[in-house]
């Protein structure tokens, strides 16, 4: 079974602070994908890397980033948390590079208060 | 850009039939899933169904597609308590180097016992 783990179930940050949400996936997957999810409007794409070092933005990419430096660890960064950044974001991964079609596998999610 | 529409929420009694239904606007999807959320958790496929498919049967849940109205359904049959989540329609568009799926809002589904 995949497994993808997100470092944190809750986390609690004061505005302005720096914050990273971590995420690990144990199945040799080449894509990785961070969502937030908030009441209504369901899951909105916020970075994706389908290798090692490569990143791509995704609907709503301003106020973060990513890092991949290993293949199996995708990092969110707010650079300065602020407060419309409280929110649940979640992390997947798929594998099959070369398939558009392969159904992604999420972590539990982070639930990110910002103060 | 690709939208993808699901009503919020949705409530039925215990041993009904609960019919969730999505809408997209990606004429050039090729896979479109179901996912669910139970609370406090992350998402996990439920099923899918490949575009040139009417229809995918899979114990309790059917899957229907109108491809010609963009229009997806799953119902599942003899609705129990444990059915009680968040479900999500998604499609995996076609646009070039995007491998992310686009999620509906999602419709919170409630078994009344």
């Known amino acids: 079974d995949v497994k993808v783990t997100q470092s944190s179930r809750y986390l609690v940050k004061r505005t302005g602070e720096k914050v990273f949400l971590e995420c690990v996936q144990d199945m040799d997957h080449e894509n990785m994908f961070w969502y937030r999810q908030d009441p209504g409007l369901g899951l909105r794409l916020i970075y994706f890397s389908y290798d090692v070092k490569m990143k791509e933005k995704g609907d709503i990419p301003e106020g973060y980033s990513v890092s991949r430096e290993k293949k199996e660890r995708f990092s969110l960064i707010l650079e300065s948390a602020s407060t419309n950044q409280t929110s649940m974001y979640l992390c997947a991964s798929s594998g099959t590079a070369s398939s558009y079609n392969s159904p992604l596998h999420f972590g539990n999610g982070t639930r990110l208060t910002v103060t | 850009g690709e939208d993808v529409e699901q009503s919020l929420f949705l409530s039925v009694r215990e041993g009904d039939s609960s019919v969730i239904n999505c809408t997209y606007t990606d004429s050039s999807s090729t896979y479109l899933y179901w996912y669910k959320q139970e609370p406090g958790a992350g998402l996990q496929l439920l099923t899918y169904i490949f575009s040139n498919m009417d229809m995918k049967q899979d114990q309790r849940l059917t899957v229907l597609l109108n491809k010609k109205d963009k229009h997806l359904s799953l119902r599942i049959a003899d609705t129990q308590t444990g059915d009680s989540a968040i479900y999500f329609c998604?499609?995996?568009?076609?646009?070039?180097?995007?491998?992310?799926?686009?999620f509906g809002s999602g419709t919170r589904l409630q078994v009344q016992p």
């Open positions: 998604a499609e995996s568009p076609m646009d070039t180097g995007r491998r992310a799926l686009t």
